[in-house]
């Protein structure tokens, strides 16, 4: 199943990953929004599942210098990428990526780390991921206690009109693309059943959507 989701997504983006962040800042909105909202404390392990190029960790490094940044991505193509925007930016030693289904997820085996993250997030990955349930409890399980899990992804734009949603989603089916209608419920029952804290916030006449769910601080 893991060679399989590799490929799949190797042949997506063996040429899309060296126009992706050109074409995708028109429509992947909320990222940085997403970031300022992370908010870790001094010495914070930040993780993101699905990092793509990069981009982000790149972002989250240098907003939060005090922080140690880890990526992972199943698409090896992804990651040469990724590598490369990290290298340009001089931040090698202080991001490390490894490809990794976001299912399969530890910080111990995947990064040699003897404590969990502080914060891992989502960035308009979850409606990319088949089981994205199954990505979301184990990025629960990866989070220390008072941790935090922060989502943006495509929303039901329900403000928006009609003619804008059908297309949108048209354009996405393209990338094998499928936004997560019952997202903020399964979170919602996350927080429920751990005792945490959830904020969701729609963004953009509900284009996107924010979601920040807050660990309890015991467990």
Known sequence: MTAQATLRMDRMYRYQRHIYDLSRKFYLLGRDR?????????????????????RNLVA????YPDSSIY????????????????A???LTGRIRIERCLAEELDTAAT????????????????????????????AAQVLKPAGLLAVVDFSEQQGLPGWFRKGLRR?????????????PRYLRALALNEHGS?????????????MLYRRPAAL
């Open 34 to 54: 997403l970031i300022r909202g992370l908010e870790p404390g001094r010495g914070a392990r930040i993780g993101e599942i699905g990092c793509g190029t990069g």
């Open 60 to 63: 989250i490094a240098r907003r």
């Open 71 to 86: 990526g992972i991505d199943d698409s090896n193509e992804m990651l040469k990428t990724a590598r490369a925007t990290i």
């Open 88 to 90: 340009r930016a001089g």
């Open 111 to 138: 990064f040699g780390l003897a404590a969990p993250f502080d914060a891992v997030l989502f960035s308009y990955t979850l409606s990319m991921i088949p089981d994205w349930r199954r990505a979301v409890e184990r």
């Open 171 to 183: 354009w996405l089916d393209l990338f094998e693309v499928t936004p997560r209608a019952e997202l």
């Open 198 to 210: 959830l904020t969701i916030e729609p963004l953009y006449r509900d284009y996107a959507c924010l």
